[in-house]
């Protein structure tokens, strides 16, 4: 068997990327069902044919765009810092990064994709067990480790980590509806969640007693 030729897979991985990126644009304006593969490839500067070299039709191409909203090649190495900087600081840091990475379009994306993913039953299914699944599934592994360390409080992992993206989940909704709070505050909003996430709304008692003092 031939081993893989590196340039070319380089050449591949960077073609695709090129046409998520126009499919990106291209979803967001004109909305998933109205757009087209072809219109997907006039984006991209590419024959539509050569679309179907990476993508089997258009479900697979809004597979591929929250894959790579997910950054799922990344996760490992993102969820491996908190050992090296901390569970606070890296919390901080992790909701920051994400929100950088969703952005303004991503944003505008997700509002096309739920809406799809709500109506769509195969296609709800597939971005489940295709990203979010295999993602909590290597999130909870590093959460158990957590807790071994004594770094976290010993909790049901799995049903941790769904009400944490929840959490993240419903502030990018509510973003998408156009709340003036969340707009009016968004550079406190990594600080704000990462706090009560970690540490709820009670009172630091500590902290109030030394307040006092």
Known sequence: MTDPDPIQEQLAAARRSQILEAATRVFSEKGYH??????VAQAAGIADGTIYNYFANKAALLLGILDQLNQTPEREFHFAQASDIGIEDWTRQ???QRFAAIGPEGRRLLQVVMAEALSNRELREQYSSQIIQPTYALAEGFFSQ??????????NSALALRVVSAVFLGVIMLQLMGDPVLEAHQAELPELMADLI????????????TARD
């Open 34 to 39: 109205r757009a087209t593969i072809r219109e």
């Open 198 to 209: 970690l540490h709820g709304l009670k009172e630091n008692t500590h902290d109030a007693h």
């Open 146 to 155: 957590w807790v071994a360390e004594g770094t976290v409080r010993p909790v």
């Open 94 to 96: 992790y909701i920051q």
